[in-house]
């Protein structure tokens, strides 16, 4: 296998980012500095990536209900990390598939294949992920419409992908979108007047939250979920 495949599939980097750390010589292999990515990369050879070795081993995948003020990153000296709430060898290894705020609850999936969080977080993909969100204000009668026909959001000169909104109440509604920029939901509203107070995330494309988990709890993906969500198709 190719190095940067390697890369791509066993640790959180894309093909993209794999490159960019070879030629920053980041990666050793059985203990030699290595900068192209077309270098062949055996079964029995050790590859270390920023000091860690990278281990070709079977993927997991994780469900988890994520709870407010955890942070979704490997390391941070000032907050709690979600990878503090799992009971699994090796953490170390694990990374979010995409990230969601420190004080947004819900639906985050975490793995150690960086292939497939790839594919499910690239934006030429379009996933949609749908959120529930609590607002300040009561939203205005056109939201709606501005939600599907795209918003400006502040500092940007492209206006948001159509989105889908559905009013439960004036201030708790249901959002699908299908791109991730960043703070997207909360600079969504605000565009439209109005403050997000809470938001929690329930489905990722066709993969719902599992009700019976609750926050700061995780399971490991079914086969049918790992299914619906691609599983199989990892070889963008």
Known sequence: MRLDKFLANYSSLSRTEATKALKQKRVLVNGDLVKTGSHKVANDDQVWLDGRRIEMNTAVYFMMNKPANYLC???DPQHALVFDLIDEASTYVLHTVGRLDLDTTGLLLITDDGQWSH???????????????????????DAEIQCEQGLLLRSESKPTLPAELNRITDTEVLITISEGRYHQVKRMFAAMGNRVVRLHRERIGPLELDPNLAP?????????????????????
């Open 73 to 75: 990153a490997n390391a």
């Open 119 to 141: 594919r499910l977080t690239s934006p030429k993909h379009h996933i949609p992920k749908t959120y529930r969100v609590w607002l300040d204000e009561p939203l205005v009668a």
């Open 216 to 236: 700061g709890e995780y399971r490991s993906l079914t086969q049918q979920e790992l299914d619906v969500l691609g599983i199989a198709n990892t070889d963008l």
